[in-house]
């Protein structure tokens, strides 16, 4: 499986940005992906995640109500809708993917392939 990332760029605090993660080569055994940010000088930490099938979505509590995961199969895509953007949303956005079965959404680790990442910078 290859991740492809793109969207990012710069935006004014109150701005939108649709980030997408094109995946390719044996999409087939995707169960499940994500999305992660990585601010400078932070961990990287979970921002939402959606299953491959199902269509079941999950949100870190700090961009529940602003961000929106969703998916389109025949184009293997997933999107990251960003509303109401903050400057404490900048970092590098990573998106990844999982073939495990059991859904654990929030747990890196659990995440066998990623993207290179694509950089979000809000400006106040």
């Known amino acids: 499986v290859q991740l492809q990332a793109s969207g990012g760029g710069l935006v004014q605090a109150g701005g939108s940005l649709r980030l997408s993660c094109a995946a390719s080569?044996?999409?087939?055994?995707?169960?499940?992906m994500g999305w992660f940010r990585q601010a400078p000088g932070k961990e990287r930490e979970f921002v939402a995640g959606i299953s491959w099938s199902g269509g079941s979505t999950v949100y870190a509590d700090s961009v529940k109500g602003r961000f929106t995961i969703s998916r389109d199969n025949a184009k293997n895509t997933v999107y990251l809708q960003m509303n109401s953007l903050k400057p404490e949303d900048t970092a590098v956005y990573y998106c990844?993917?999982?073939?495990?079965?059991?859904?654990?959404?929030?747990?890196?680790?659990?995440?066998?392939?990623w993207g290179q990442g694509t950089e979000v910078t809000v400006s106040s």
């Open positions: 080569i044996r999409t087939f055994i995707i169960k499940y």
């Open positions: 990844a993917a999982s073939i495990t079965y059991y859904i654990d959404y929030a747990t890196e680790e659990k995440y066998h392939y």
